[in-house]
């Protein structure tokens, strides 16, 4: 008894293709599309700075070119209690809305508790 197949079995089925890495390089409208987020990525970050007097740590978890919803950034800002923490998060997010590249480049926000 043997658990692999005998290599006459299969003759009549065809071997499948290699599995292969297909990449394209990036058009110019899409480098550009990417820069943009990579910009407000790091306005955001100036911000929540200003904002919660610090971030600790932030990285841009997902990115898209187009779309309506551009981008995921997690920010880690201190935290002191919830009242205050609400009160940050509502004044940043009202700056967002007010910010002439945050308003036009919509990212989704994940802020959390610094724990560093």
Do not use: N
């Not at 065809?14 to 910009?39: F, G, I, M, N």
């Amino acid at each position: 008894m043997t658990l692999l197949p005998e290599p006459h079995a299969h003759k009549s089925l065809p071997e499948p293709d290699h599995p292969r890495l297909l990449q394209r390089p990036h058009s110019v409208a899409e480098q550009k599309a990417r820069w943009e987020v990579r910009a407000a990525q790091w306005r955001a970050r100036e911000l929540a700075e200003v904002v919660f007097g610090g971030v600790g740590e932030s990285s841009l978890m997902s990115l898209r070119p187009d779309g309506a919803l551009r981008g995921l950034l997690r920010l880690s800002v201190p935290f002191v209690d919830l009242p205050a923490y609400r009160a940050r998060e509502t004044r940043f997010l009202a700056a967002v809305e007010r910010d002439p590249i945050l308003s036009r480049i919509r990212l989704v926000y994940v802020i959390a508790p610094d724990v560093a």
